[in-house]
């Protein structure tokens, strides 16, 4: 099988926003107690959390993570979660079912981020919540004194405001699992209100708008456009989210990129829609504040509790090369998708596990993360791909190999995203960049194996892991490499 990407410095998509790589905790499971907090874990700092999981995120260099949902957010009252710890209630958690003992709020939720090195994309109720919630939110969170809410922040123990300026208005508000859902219009006016006290409030934020919750949606995507007629003037950004699973056919599922390609082009062309119909000079960007691989068909039911385990996806190499092509496919969108949310962190769905009282560790799907994370700042080159064709039942013909590639900051470094889709044949691939100049491969990892089934555990923490790749060189400045197959690839050039 034979592929070829070509790289030209003028053949730009756009410059990639560094909150693309954000994420996401929801008061959700074991996200938060026994995830990032578990105050008699014997690594557990003197406010009880956990600095192995604080490692772990800070070496993913996130840049946002939102917070406090998700599901949770449309019945949560923040205000339960201020104050001395032994006064807060204990409520039930009717979104998941659970027991929520708001012992872990927005202030402490604002430490946890300053020790793991991330800001907060804050997130405001729209379902049982009210506009001047929202506004008392911001207010408590980013005014500096002398008003009330300012000031409980200050007697709470927090001097400073914690300057949150990107803020969700609500959640999956087209959904009717969602406590208090709304439709298009009643959600439009609400959010548009909202927006109005937030930013009367703080003129400094960006508010995100709630677009449709999966391309699969029967009101997809007519929502986002009601949305938007209500809300575009006010509004920096509409969100989207989209999960993949594996139902079985594992070619359809590698092939889950080319879903979440055509996701965000409609997304797009509806948000340009609007923004013709409103004769606006403003282009809306996407807010893509939820994507991962997520096995649904595994939720199941429990009894009421305090932090049961919820969707606790083992991941695969399977998983993560699908996740790989979600996040080439983010890459490859970077004019237009400017934040990205990887659902969730710790525990829930998510790249990091814990075990309480024991150890943690990196999942599959933590290893691409991290790629992108590290190597994808600087501006995204369009790649001028050519590879051999799959053809999937889902989705028809996709190519079998997919590529992105950034030029960094300073235009001394290229890299190279790939990922092979077919699980029986190399890629003798060919990478142009003479355009650039001189240059030389300086780096090249691989994450591959002959077990697509295999898995990252407790007791066997690297069994899926990247391993580097002894580098070619070319005086041509034509590269031609293997890539094996069902691989996702890193390769790195200096240019001279």
């Known amino acids: 099988m034979k592929a070829k990407v070509t790289l030209v410095k003028e053949f730009k998509i756009g410059e990639i926003d560094k909150n693309l790589f954000s994420s996401f905790i929801e008061q959700l499971g074991r996200a938060v107690y026994t995830g990032i907090y578990e105050p008699n874990h014997p690594l557990a700092d003197s406010q009880g959390f956990r600095k192995d999981v604080i490692e772990m995120v800070r070496e993913l260099n996130i840049s946002l993570v939102r917070y406090p949902g998700g599901n949770f957010l449309s019945g949560y009252n923040w205000k339960d979660g201020i104050g001395p710890k032994e006064k807060r209630p204990v409520r039930l958690d009717r979104a998941w079912h659970t027991i929520e003992s708001n012992q872990v709020g927005m202030d402490?939720?604002?430490?946890?981020t300053q020790k793991s090195g991330c800001q907060i994309m804050g997130a405001v109720n729209m379902g049982t919540g009210t506009p001047q919630d929202a506004g008392d939110l911001v207010e408590y969170c980013n005014f500096p004194e002398g008003t009330y809410w300012s000031d409980l922040r200050k007697s709470n123990g927090h001097i400073k405001p914690y300057g949150i300026k990107t803020w969700c208005v609500g959640n999956e508000m087209d959904g009717s699992w969602q406590i208090c859902h709304l439709d298009a219009v009643d959600y439009g006016k609400k959010a548009r209100e909202a927006i109005k006290i937030m930013k009367w409030t703080d003129d400094s934020i960006k508010c995100v708008v709630c677009g449709s919750a999966a391309s699969t949606m029967p009101t997809y995507p007519e929502w986002d456009r009601i949305v938007l007629e209500h809300t575009y003037d006010l509004a920096d950004y509409i969100s989207i989210h989209r999960y993949f699973e594996n139902?079985?056919?594992?070619?359809?599922?590698?092939?889950?990129?080319?879903?979440?390609?055509?996701?965000?082009?409609?997304?797009?062309?509806?948000?340009?829609?609007?923004?013709?119909?409103?004769?606006?000079?403003?282009?809306?960007?996407?807010?893509?504040?939820?994507?991962?691989?997520?096995?649904?068909?595994?939720?199941?039911?429990?009894?009421?509790?305090?932090?049961p385990r919820l969707l606790e996806d083992k991941y695969s190499l399977l998983d993560a090369?699908?996740?790989?092509?979600?996040?080439?496919?983010?890459?490859?969108?970077?004019?237009?998708?400017?934040?990205?949310?990887?659902?969730?962190?710790?525990?829930?769905?998510?790249?990091?596990?814990?075990?309480?009282?024991?150890?943690?560790?990196?999942?599959?799907?933590?290893?691409?993360?991290?790629?992108?994370?590290?190597?994808?700042?600087?501006?995204?080159?369009?790649?001028?791909?050519?590879?051999?064709?799959?053809?999937?039942?889902?989705?028809g013909e996709v190519p079998a190999v997919i590529f992105?590639?950034?030029?960094?900051?300073?235009?001394?470094?290229?890299?190279?995203?790939?990922?092979?889709?077919?699980?029986t044949e190399d890629a003798t691939t060919e990478i142009d960049i003479h355009s650039f100049g001189n240059?030389?491969?300086?780096?090249r990892s691989e994450l591959t194996g002959s077990?697509?089934?295999?898995?990252?555990?407790?007791?066997?923490q690297n069994a899926v892991k990247p391993e580097f790749v002894p580098l070619e060189q070319s005086s041509s400045g034509i590269y031609t490499v293997q890539l094996k197959k069902a691989s996702w690839n890193v390769l790195r050039f200096s240019l001279d």
């Open 108 to 112: 402490e939720f604002y430490d946890w």
């Open 247 to 307: 139902y079985g056919n594992d070619d359809d599922f590698l092939a889950s990129f080319y879903d979440m390609d055509q996701f965000i082009k409609t997304c797009t062309a509806t948000c340009d829609y609007v923004k013709a119909w409103k004769r606006s000079s403003k282009t809306m960007m996407l807010s893509f504040d939820e994507w991962n691989i997520w096995y649904q068909k595994n939720q199941g039911q429990h009894p009421w509790m305090e932090a």
């Open 321 to 395: 090369l699908a996740f790989g092509g979600m996040a080439i496919t983010l890459i490859n969108h970077a004019d237009r998708v400017k934040i990205a949310c990887l659902a969730q962190l710790v525990n829930v769905i998510a790249p990091i596990v814990t075990e309480p009282g024991k150890g943690a560790y990196r999942q599959t799907i933590y290893y691409p993360f991290k790629d992108i994370s590290l190597f994808a700042r600087g501006t995204s080159l369009q790649p001028v791909a050519n590879s051999d064709i799959k053809v999937t039942e889902k989705y």
């Open 404 to 423: 992105a590639s950034v030029l960094s900051d300073d235009e001394k470094t290229i890299t190279v995203f790939a990922l092979n889709t077919s699980k």
């Open 439 to 443: 240059s030389r491969m300086i780096y």
């Open 451 to 460: 077990d697509l089934s295999a898995i990252n555990t407790l007791e066997n």
